[in-house]
């Protein structure tokens, strides 16, 4: 996959894909129309930044997998959070000294020793989409980004078990194509599905395309192997235990810094052959959200359920902005899903939606069949919103997203208080601006919103406007009860806002020195 | 609950509870039978042993809610295993310094820091139920054990998210008494249920009755609270979240070694008011738990799904020995469930199983009406026997269980070899006995076997004979590719067979040190 597409090395994803033109001043026009006065002028991209020279050679025994070359370090410089994205375009990137590309657990051993003889810093980069500074350089000393697209294969499957032995460099695409003869899948389909790697996944605790049920990529693994300082960590491959504390989940959201992931066993599913779903319109995202509530306390488990509040429905294309958009689907390996589908319309109709398509119900092996054509719609928007986030970025806009998890009780509360606050925050400091919310991920005890903004920035200031405005909506989270992040992670941006308690930050500080004792894996990321 | 009972110093659970005389001798009979020439008489329990003095005082500030006195000493000496029971009737016990009845988190912090101040050992106990030498005092220090059950009460009731914060000494039946009002209901129950405690549950990581979906109670957590003698560790209540390791799976199973937990917001569910089931006849536990595979991954969540083997359910009064039987049960708060019983029911005679009665439906709130006669027989069968373990000890009979998880691909040769290799150290060691097995929960990707051994055993000798025929069985089950543990836990019974990799046993040591560096907590659990 890789060979036929150029990875963009200043904005998301693949060179060329994305939005068409047409596309993209469809956009413009709706933020010209929205933020009138605007400099909307397309910024071109600088020629790629010459790099200082790197601080460290290779060992020559390293030097079939390592490179000090401009392209690799350029290319692994930042993530993909819009400062990245701008910071890259125009230049302004700390690389790494040198890109790694081990092959085997071996190879991975040999960097982290490279590493510590040559007091560097080590960064873990699979498909490199952080939004939350996961895989920058930080500065000081000299830094080895290990990038793990080079263990990318599909070891061993299980076919009784539905489970398989994967490496965790293993591309979204490229490891369901490898899955495929054997008719299974593993059905995580998250944002960044055709960039990201399961070994990112795991260490960032990644929320897929599933709204309910299997959500966090936690619930699908059934081991976890990584290469740290002091040695192999692995654990043994069972369907659930309860043999002390999991090793797996003290991996799992430990972004890099107690161990480079290196493969898992991971739960797969048959591939759904039946789809069913219908779209429904509330008054506002309230309203729609205790329709999800009573479904999912009911029992129902949608594949699909993401709530639209009126502007994010709007923008989106699904809905004229008067109402809240339900998007819900159903789907099934072996069974029909219309009962279910019907079941979950009329409730949600008993709620207050309404829905003049009904039900829209699929056939057997269908692929997007069965998905209501607004669904079909979202969908795809929301496949190519990381590109479009680029080229508003290009066109002078702040365009950015953050998110949350939090209980029932507390929902209303906190979509009001956040998006008022952000809001707030985005006039005082770019003078105007929009905040919209969609509600990502449904949990019998509560739900997940997510929150996208656009304002007028200001060219060159972005960083430090974003800056403003992220501080304001994290304290207004954290005030109303929310986790600091449900599926972006912690990383380097979010880490003053990270608080877990004392005594858990000592154990979690302690269980880092203990197996990275040098500090080498990801400094500055989680823990101080 | 506790007021009205008395609960039994040297056996499980309360005084005069249990089977009737002619249960345990229609028991006895069978052994006998099995067993010819063993010497079934009935030992009588020693007088309750006098206790060495306490090598500790109670500091005055302390006084109101900690003892020295003889009978709290020896209710809190061993757990329930078999070896505690016997050791517990002969009065051959290591009884803790002190008892603490703390009634609040700074109660307990102060426990902690008499602990510290004294040189004591602190064994947090909840029930008491452990049949892994989780609460057993070590030799060597003095040891106060804090027991939580004055810390019982249910302190907030969430509808709208339906959860609730509960401290973590509340019992199974006090705690479900005090969420009736609410109409929710935990749903938890563990065979230990109605002498254990949420926190004992969430230390232990206990798995509860239902066999699919909601099996540990790992996933019913939503935040949990623990006085660690650094300070008050603590979550943020969420549905879920992808920031960092999660605080809370650091807890669940830390058995006490890291903190003492105090309370915890857990989810609640509607009460189920529909149930149907069925129970079928396969030819062995192989075919039993083919058709059982099937039907999870097929999706079905059973709430009940226990398979037993020929000899298990012939032991239970379910079967006559011929052939392994399958108990299956479906609940819901909201609708009826026959449709889907009826769906099961067919999937597995297509594989192979026979059922007379066909599904049993329930009517709607109509209690265990809707448990077919077998289930129902065998429901009560295993909420009993514990009790009939104790009185087969008592006539010299060797009765304990041991049970572990594997995935679906190994798990009949598991079960095959464990079976085998148990059998063949009891004749060794006993010179016979008896293994029997059950499917207790069952996962898309695996299954946990639960064993039952019975043999005629050395009076006096139970112990040294348990150790051996243990060792092989624990030893086989890992070779095999199971876990040490299910839902038993550690303790300082399964520590020789606990085993996991250096990295991660090196960081569990360290987070316990960061948070316990005096290590008063629960020495010799988990960590060495």
Redesign the interface.
């Known amino acids: 996959m890789d060979a036929d597409r150029t990875r963009s090395a200043s904005g998301w994803g693949y060179v060329g894909e994305g939005p068409s033109a047409g596309e993209v001043e469809r956009a413009v026009g709706l933020l010209a129309a929205r933020f009138p006065g605007a400099d909307l002028s397309v910024e071109a991209p600088m020629a790629p930044p010459v790099l200082p020279a790197p601080r460290l050679t290779v060992p020559a025994a390293l030097a079939s997998f390592c490179t000090l070359e401009g392209d690799a370090r350029r290319l692994h410089a930042v993530g993909r959070s819009s400062v990245d994205v701008l910071a890259a375009r125009r230049g302004q990137v700390t690389a790494p000294d040198a890109v790694a590309l081990p092959r085997s657990a071996a190879e991975v051993a040999a960097v982290l020793d490279w590493c510590a003889d040559a007091g560097a810093a080590c960064i873990p980069f699979g498909g490199g989409t952080s939004v939350v500074g996961g895989v920058n350089p930080p500065s000081g000393r000299p830094v080895v980004t290990l990038q793990t697209r080079a263990m990318g294969r599909v070891l061993e499957v ?1 076919r ?4 398989a032995r994967i490496q965790a460099g293993a591309v979204g695409p490229d490891l369901e194509a490898q899955l495929r003869p054997s008719g299974l899948s593993l059905r995580f389909y998250p944002q960044s599905f055709e960039l990201s790697t399961l070994g990112g996944w795991i260490a ?4 897929g395309h599933y709204a309910t049920r299997l ?2 990529v936690d619930d699908l693994v ?1 081991s976890v192997t ?1 290469v ?1 300082p ?18 797996d ?7 890099g810094t ?2 480079v992931i290196t493969e898992a066993w991971v ?1 797969l ?2 591939r759904p052959r039946f789809r069913a779903g219908a779209t429904l319109r509330f008054a506002d995202l309230a309203a729609a959200g205790a329709a999800v ?1 009573g479904l999912v ?3 129902a488990q949608p594949a699909n359920c993401r709530v639209l509040d009126p502007l994010e429905a709007a923008l989106n294309g699904v809905g004229d902005g008067t109402g809240a958009v339900l998007v819900l689907g159903f789907e ?3 069974q029909p899903v219309e009962a279910e589908a019907e079941a979950a319309l009329a409730a949600c109709r008993a709620a207050g939606g309404t829905s003049a398509e009904g039900v829209v119900a699929g056939a057997p092996g269908g692929g997007s069949v069965g998905r209501p054509g607004e669904a079909e719609a979202w969908r795809r928007a929301f496949l190519r919103a990381p590109y479009l986030r680029d080229a508003l970025l290009a066109r002078g806009a702040l365009a950015e997203t953050f998110e949350t ?5 507390r929902l209303d509360e906190l979509v009001a208080v956040v998006s008022a606050t952000t809001t707030a925050a985005l006039r005082e400091v770019c003078g105007d601006g929009l905040v919209t919310c969609r509600l990502t ?1 449904a ?6 919103p997510y929150f996208t903004v656009l304002a007028p920035a200001r060219r060159g200031g972005e960083a430090a406007q974003w800056a403003q405005v992220k501080a304001a909506a994290a304290e207004a989270i954290l005030s109303a ?10 990383g380097r941006d ?1 880490r003053p806002w ?1 608080d ?5 930050a ?10 990275d004792p040098a500090g080498l894996l990801n400094p500055g990321v ?1 823990i101080d």
Do not use: C, I, N
Request: a positive charge; aromatic letters at 6%; glycine letters at 10%.
């Open positions: 299980d009784v078990s539905r489970a960032t605790r990644a929320a959500v966090h059934e990584a740290t002091v040695g192999l960590w692995s654990s043994r491959r069972l369907p659930s235990s309860g043999a002390g504390p999991s090793p989940r003290l991996l799992l959201g430990s972004e107690l161990g739960r599913q048959d509530r306390q009911g029992g099934s390996a072996s998890v939090t209980t029932w009780d991920h949990y019998p005890d509560g739900a997940a009860g929310g986790s600091v992040t449900h599926h972006h992670a912690v979010h990270y877990p308690s004392l005594p858990f000592l154990a979690l500080a302690a269980a880092k020195r203990a197996v989680l």
